[in-house]
């Protein structure tokens, strides 16, 4: 067996916190025998103060060379007012866009044990798994030009420019019909198809490609209503496909039907499946170093990569395992924890997830 190389990139605020949870993961494996390895880089702040670029050279060397990345979070107040081309969100864009990762891949499962944590009905969301396939290197996030002007009249005026192009929406497509045939086979486009000549784009490209897809069953809902129908019926959706921007919006509101943010990891992937594999959330600046992050969205994002790079499903399924023995015993973080219910630290929760990690090998 061949070596596989992790570059692991802690970020900022709680990013390094529940990063510190995913590694004692990796650890557990490495002491089974898997053949892994892993290094250290800085992205997004932390990039910014040891080497003054929040995508520095060397883990754009490293970034290259790895056969997978796990990242923790970037950004926060400290680095708020820094010029937009530094700031650390232009270091997790820059490795998305410089890796070529397309395919964003963010599953929301409601757990059984945590049907009372969602701000939803019990009812609504029991058995719910939803996968949301967002375009990860195209539309309004890189669209050109963009800048600030003024106008004629003298008034300053920002401008971003929102685009797609065939390519970019066949690949994405792709992409999610063949993870709705390995689902429940519906598929629901989303864009905003009334107003914006990208999403025109978009649909007639879905359409077109759905053909190929015979057995998928293509639909179609605005934004504006899949935001609705994902809070008044969320069960009817299996896999969901979308661009940069409304993704980034529905998966934040997803992550509500699984009970909290730090339950959803995800996986960036390109054309190969080398991938990024980083929890949805942010770096929490409110909670960090306070031991209080849940750190169960990266170490399912551990899993994401063991299952998607690496082939290793047997081992995905071991951590969603571990995941779900500690929720069903009652372990919560405080983003999870129902009102009376104790509450466990970051650290605590991730030593529960490897206790029932060693003892389902
Ligand atoms: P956020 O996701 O960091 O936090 C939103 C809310 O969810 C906060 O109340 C936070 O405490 C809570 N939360 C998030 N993760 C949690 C976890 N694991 N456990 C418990 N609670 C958790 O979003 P924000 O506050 O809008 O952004 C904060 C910073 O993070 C900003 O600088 C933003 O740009 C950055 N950000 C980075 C990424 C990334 O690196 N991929 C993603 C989103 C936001
Ligand atoms: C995410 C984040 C990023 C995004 C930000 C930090 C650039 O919100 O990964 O969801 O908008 O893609
Ligand atoms: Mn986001």
């Given at each position: 067996?061949t070596?596989k190389n992790?570059?692991i990139l ?5 990013g ?6 995913a590694?004692?993961?990796?650890e557990?494996?490495?002491?089974e025998?898997?053949p892994?390895?892993w ?7 932390a990039?910014?103060e040891?080497e ?5 050279p060397?883990?754009?060397q490293a970034?290259?060379a ?12 400290k ?7 530094v ?6 864009l820059?490795i ?17 044990a945590?049907?009372a944590a969602?701000p939803?009905?019990?009812?609504l ?5 939803v ?6 290197t ?5 669209g ?13 005026e920002?401008?971003?420019t ?9 690949r994405i ?10 689902r429940?086979?519906?598929?629901c486009s989303?864009?905003?198809?009334n107003v914006l000549?990208t999403?025109r784009?978009?649909?007639e ?5 759905g ?5 998928v069953?293509?639909?179609h809902?605005y ?6 129908q994902?809070?008044?019926n ?6 969901i496909v979308?661009g940069n921007l409304?993704g ?7 992550s509500q ?5 730090g339950?959803l990891p995800?996986?960036s992937?390109d054309?190969n ?12 600046p ?7 992050a849940?750190p ?8 994401m990569?063991?299952k998607y790079?690496?082939?290793?499903t047997d081992l995905a399924d071991?951590i969603d395992?571990?995941?779900r023995?500690?929720l069903q015993?009652g372990?919560r973080?405080g ?11 970051t650290?605590e929760?991730g030593?529960?997830?490897?206790d ?6």
């Open positions: 067996e070596m992790i570059l802690p970020g900022d605020y709680i390094p916190e529940v990063m510190a949870e590694v004692k993961v990796l557990v494996f490495k002491a025998g898997e892994i390895a290094s250290f880089g800085h992205l997004g702040g990039a910014y040891a003054g670029h929040p995508y520095p060397s883990t754009q970034a290259r790895a056969d997978a990345i796990l990242m923790g979070a970037v950004g926060g107040p680095y708020d007012g820094l010029p937009r081309a700031r650390p969100e232009q270091g997790i820059g998305r866009k410089d890796l070529g990762l397309f395919a964003n891949l963010r599953p929301a499962l409601a757990y059984e945590l049907a969602s939803l009905k019990p009812e969301i029991a058995g719910l798994d996968l949301i396939v967002r375009e990860l195209g539309d309004i996030y890189f050109q030009p963009r800048g600030r002007r003024k106008t004629a009249d003298g008034h300053d920002g401008y971003d929102m685009h797609y192009s065939v390519p970019e929406i066949e497509a792709h992409v999610a019909f063949q993870a709705a045939r390995k429940r086979r519906r598929l989303v864009d905003k198809e000549e999403s784009l978009w649909r490209v879905m359409i077109r490609v053909r190929d897809y015979p057995d069953e293509l639909t809902l934004v504006d209503n899949a935001a609705m994902l809070i008044k969320p069960r009817q959706f299996d896999v979308t409304f980034d919006i529905l998966s934040d509101e997803a039907l699984a009970g909290s943010i339950m995800s996986a992937l054309a499946n080398k991938g990024l594999y980083e929890p949805i959330h942010g770096s929490a409110d909670i960090a170093g306070q031991n209080k849940n169960l969205a990266m170490i399912l994002s551990v899993g990569m063991f790079s690496f082939g290793r071991r395992a571990a995941v023995k500690v015993d372990k973080t983003d999870i924890a129902q009102p009376g219910e104790p509450v466990i630290g650290q929760m030593a529960a997830v490897v029932a990690l060693r003892t389902s090998k």
